[in-house]
T-cell receptor
Framework: GENVEQHPSTLSVQEGDSAVIKCTYSDSASNYFPWYKQELGKRPQLIIDIRSNVGEKKDQRIAVTLNKTAKHFSLHITETQPEDSAVYFCAASPSGSYIPTFGRGTSLIVHP | NAGVTQTPKFQVLKTGQSMTLQCAQDMNHEYMSWYRQDPGMGLRLIHYSVGAGITDQGEVPNGYNVSRSTTEDFPLRLLSAAPSQTSVYFC?????????????FGPGTRLTVL
């Protein structure tokens, strides 16, 4: 089955800095890569996703890049704000798979 | 729409007790799944269902049972609770028919087994 590795496990930045979280996957058949944000005590919620036919996708201050050859994808957050503090999960879903496989999560801390 | 709902929000059990975690969704989603979340371990899949009457095991199914008699409900049963089952449990659903891959999560159940 699919295996997703996520790094770093903890990321601490100053407000206004950029943050980058990286994930690698093992199954070359994976074609859907979502990112979820989980605030403290809340449920995970989808913030951005990318499909394998696209190399990059942006939504305001967040962007995701995908390198299919190297089998890795990354989340980029620019101009970080304290409200970006949360745990972020990447996931990968092979074509025909019912359920995605999640990474272990990155705790992002944005210091004011 | 209420989305995905879970009850109870909190539960404390003694070792050996059994209980059922309830999950319901009102979005007519075919796919439903149960995850457990432990510190540093991410979201690990316990069981999932692709429709009423169909269930399958995920990554960590031991000690848990599920059934799916209706599209709306997907209860998770702990047969004989163990301290290792102390965790936060999330139910999720999605609708493959609309082409959507987004998982909609419930608010979670925090379970402590003493």
């Amino acid at each position: 089955g699919e295996n997703v590795e996520q790094h770093p496990s903890t990321l601490s930045v100053q407000e206004g800095d950029s943050a980058v979280i990286k994930c690698t996957y093992s199954d070359s058949a994976s074609n859907y890569f979502p990112w979820y944000k989980q605030e403290l005590g809340k449920r995970p919620q989808l913030i951005i996703d990318i499909r394998s036919n696209v190399g990059e996708k942006k939504d305001q201050r967040i962007a995701v890049t995908l390198n299919k050859t190297a089998k890795h994808f990354s989340l980029h957050i620019t101009e970080t704000q304290p409200e970006d503090s949360a745990v972020y999960f990447c996931a990968a879903s092979p074509s025909g798979s019912y359920i995605p496989t999640f990474g272990r999560g990155t705790s992002l801390i944005v210091h004011p | 729409n209420a989305g995905v709902t879970q009850t109870p929000k909190f539960q404390v059990l003694k070792t050996g007790q059994s209980m059922t975690l309830q999950c319901a969704q009102d979005m007519n989603h075919e796919y439903m799944s149960w995850y457990r979340q432990d510190p540093g371990m991410g979201l690990r899949l316990i069981h999932y269902s692709v429709g009423a009457g169909i269930t399958d095991q995920g990554e960590v199914p031991n000690g848990y049972n599920v059934s799916r008699s209706t599209t709306e409900d997907f209860p998770l049963r702990l047969l004989s609770a163990a301290p290792s089952q102390t965790s936060v449990y999330f139910c999720a659903s999605r609708n493959p028919r609309t082409g959507g891959n987004e998982q909609f999560f419930g608010p979670g159940t925090r379970l402590t087994v003493l």
